[in-house]
């Protein structure tokens, strides 16, 4: 007899994707309409990495694993007080998302993929924000899609905040039984 794997007892969604996919916007909305906390990834990054996006040069593993750690270890802390949110991460490869999964039952991807003329016209329009346009073509060349093994979603990004949460929402809740609120 097959067993169904059971449902973690709090999600954690990480909303990822390369600059100007709307990570930010998705998350927060998502977190307005679960009523959960949203903690902006890109707040956790060490100075050293923001300096090295903001001067023009891709982040390379090296500079991306202590980031990711630190995000499992808030993962880990929601997990032990039982606690659900949401955060944004770029995730960009496998091994980041395994590294974020690693001992984190609750991770759930959320994934909005868009095309990269919407992000480039998203990103030419963005102000007041460290990770400038000439970044993208890296972030492009370094994204790995989501396995079907993982836990998560993959929605189109190039329709409304309104639509791409609500596709998103409506495979989280038939995943993890998560019922929304009125």
């Known amino acids: ?60 593993d090296e500079d991306r694993w202590p980031w990711l750690d630190r995000i499992a270890e808030l993962i880990g802390e929601h997990e032990a007080a039982g606690t659900s949110f949401i955060l944004t991460c770029s995730a960009l490869k496998r091994s980041y998302r395994d590294r974020l999964r690693d001992d984190n039952p609750s991770v759930w991807f959320a994934h909005a993929n868009t095309s990269e003329e919407t992000l480039t016209e998203r990103l030419a329009k963005r102000q007041g924000h460290y990770m400038p346009p000439s970044l993208l073509r890296s972030q492009l060349d370094t994204l790995e899609p989501l396995g079907e093994d993982e836990p998560g979603a993959v929605v189109p990004g190039e329709g409304s905040v309104e639509e791409t949460v609500g596709d998103l929402l409506a495979e989280l809740c038939d995943e993890r039984q998560i019922p929304l609120p009125d």
């Open 1 to 60: 007899m097959e067993s169904t794997p059971s449902i973690p007892a709090t999600t954690s969604i990480v909303v990822m994707g390369v600059s100007g996919s709307g990570k930010s916007t998705t998350a927060t909305e998502i977190a307005r309409r679960l009523q959960w906390e949203f903690i902006e990834g890109d707040d956790l990054h060490p100075p050293e990495n923001v300096e090295k996006m903001r001067s023009g040069t891709p982040l390379d």
